[in-house]
């Protein structure tokens, strides 16, 4: 079953199916607190949310957060902030980013972008956008990237559109078209870079790199880089990292570097990368690829130094502890002590594991969370 679920997901970069109706239950499930470290007074960060994506179809996205003031960690926390909310949190987290007061989450199957107050998980506001996919910020605007149709691996799946959203009225101002099925996106200066991956065409996928004038909301260049793209990272030089996940088969997951001050590929690392984060000069990135040739999963921690673009053949966790993680699915360093947070998806359909490793790489504390955790948003403290 899990194999069967992953699969989709990796074919198609999601799965599932939308569904209606309203909560399950009259009784709202308060959140489940959990105390896993020491109180960080002074901490340049609150704390930070985790998403869990939830199974295809199962209407179970859900959101945790970690307090660095308490060091208490709270599970499922969007019912009890709002609780005529139906359906909860909806259908397949995708991304969850801070910008300002507020935290935007991507709800992929339910089409939305879920807006609330950072402080206190409120809704503010729904934005409904098809197929919604990750979401960056710029000078005021949200960016939210669109797969343009529905959930359904098709040869003739429509060309995909960025969708740029206001952040003070919460209104969808323009749309530009991009590639297939677009994923990633980073902003550079006055440009915006967006990962193409053409997940739904297989075997015909995208390879392209969109660049878009911020200025215009125009496509002013496709860069050819490789096929299946996914995840796409900016670094401090005006670097792009942007990785490729191959077709599964005979063409493997790799890692490319665009110069943005080009727009073209000046690097490429031949090391399989499912899933990065950049911070400062360094670029954890960990691999969980699947073949349809061996029927097996392979699962390797790699890290980049992103100033001389050499692989340093590290693993960052330095304690054993990744033989203990099934099936490495986010990752994330807190910007100011450079603690390192995977989440582990284990089978896909019981509860994750989170996972906090001190900048060494060795575990300080783990705690369980909803299902399929992926993905995470750090909160600045309150000045």
Known sequence: MMKQLRNIVLVAALAGLAITGCRK?????????????????????????????GNMGSNKASLDYYDYT?????????????PTAVKELGDVGNDIEVYGT?????????????????????????????????ITFANGKAYVSSYAGPVLIEPNAPIGFVAEIDTT????????????????????GNKLYVANSGGYRAPNYDRTVSVIDLNTFKEIKKIDVAINLDRLKADND???????????????????????KTDAVKKQFDIPVSNLCISGDTAYVYGSVFSY????????YNMVNVKTETVLNSNFITDGTDKSIRMPYGVA????TKEIFVTDAKDYVSSGTLY????????????????????????????
């Not at 009225?169 to 550079?188: D, H, S």
């Not at 040739?293 to 390797?300: A, H, L, V």
């Not at 360093?333 to 100011?336: D, M, R, S, T």
Request: net charge positive.
């Open 25 to 53: 239950g009259e009784k709202i499930v308060p959140p489940e607190v959990t105390p896993v470290d020491t109180a960080t007074p002074g901490s340049l960060l609150n704390g930070f949310y985790l998403l869990n994506e």
């Open 70 to 82: 308490t060091g208490i960690y709270k599970s499922n926390i969007y019912a009890t902030a709002n």
């Open 102 to 134: 507020k935290l935007y989450a991507v709800i992929n199957i339910s089409n939305k972008v879920e807006v609330m107050n950072a402080a206190s998980t409120k809704r503010i506001k729904q934005i409904d956008i098809l197929n919604c996919r990750y």
């Open 169 to 188: 009225t919460l209104e969808i101002t323009r749309k530009v078209i991009v590639g297939y099925q677009p994923e990633e996106m980073a902003v550079v």
């Open 238 to 260: 005006g670097d792009v990292y942007v990785t490729s996940r191959g077709d599964y088969y005979n063409i493997p997951s790799r890692l490319f570097v665009i110069d943005t």
């Open 293 to 300: 040739n061996t029927g097996k999963w392979t699962i390797t």
């Open 333 to 336: 360093v807190n910007p100011a």
């Open 356 to 383: 906090c490793f001190d900048k060494t790489g060795k575990k300080k504390w783990s705690v369980t969370t909803g299902e399929i955790p992926a993905h995470i948003a750090f909160v600045s403290a309150t000045k």
